[in-house]
């Protein structure tokens, strides 16, 4: 199993620009997530999906869109990259959706809007 | 709000030495409660929940309700201990998770 993969490793934007950043996981996980890694804020929940079509919202979701269109994947959209938006980007599933299933990282995607 | 509370950015000690990383919290319900751990140029990973009341690695983790805290304990810290350590909590019947700011634990020799 490759688990959870995340592409791209690393991505420069300019300010207005829109990208996505991919999140693949292949252990058939119910639960997927999105988090941002910022110096001295440690990670904060952007969205969240409990299954294929289900998306919600996190503690930081503007600026941010998600869909789940299939179990495995779960992109993360930047409609209009602004420069407080330079962070790591941290996409993890786990199976089910109970509290006390492991989460399962992927190894971060670093991103840079100037 | 809920948060998460990591008072120490950095906690260096000498091998052989406990540790104690503390974690904080505030909820007002019965929380559900991990840490996760950040090797060097390795995924974040969980390191243990406190549910389970298990020990991994030498560490353990014990809930305090009284004084909402949840802190990492090792009795003698290894060099390979060195990493960053999150602790995060689940709001109970939610999907959210509330990650502390993080601790980076430096095991001199």
């Known amino acids: 199993n490759a688990g959870v993969t995340q592409t791209p490793k690393f991505q420069v934007l300019k300010t207005g620009q829109s990208m996505t950043l991919q999140c693949a996981q292949d252990m058939n996980h119910e639960y997927m997530s999105w988090y941002r890694q910022d110096p001295g804020m440690g990670l904060r929940l952007i969205h969240y999906?409990?299954?294929?079509?289900?998306?919600d919202q996190g503690e930081v979701p503007n600026g941010y869109n998600v869909s789940r269109s299939t179990t495995e994947d779960f992109p993360l959209r930047l409609l209009s990259a602004a420069p407080s938006q330079t962070s790591v980007y941290f996409c993890?599933?786990?199976?089910?959706?109970?509290?006390?299933?492991?989460?399962?990282f992927g190894p971060g995607t670093r991103l840079t809007v100037l | 709000a809920q948060r998460v509370t990591q008072p120490e950015k950095l906690l260096s000690v000498f091998k052989g030495a406990p540790v104690e990383l503390k974690c904080n919290y505030s909820?007002?319900?019965?929380?559900?409660l991990f840490w996760y751990v950040q090797y060097s140029r390795q995924r974040l990973q969980l390191l243990l929940r406190?549910?389970s009341r298990e020990s991994i690695k030498g560490f353990t983790a014990d809930l305090n309700k009284g004084e909402t805290s949840f802190h990492l304990k090792k009795p003698f810290a290894q060099e390979e201990d060195s990493a960053m350590y999150y602790c995060?909590?689940?709001?109970?019947?939610?999907?959210?998770?509330?990650f502390g700011t993080g601790t980076r634990l430096k095991v001199l020799a």
């Open positions: 993890a599933s786990s199976y089910g959706t109970g509290g006390w299933n492991e989460q399962f």
């Open positions: 909820y007002s319900g019965s929380p559900e």
């Open positions: 999906s409990v299954g294929a079509g289900i998306t």
């Open positions: 995060a909590l689940r709001e109970a019947g939610t999907y959210k998770y509330i």
């Open positions: 406190h549910i």
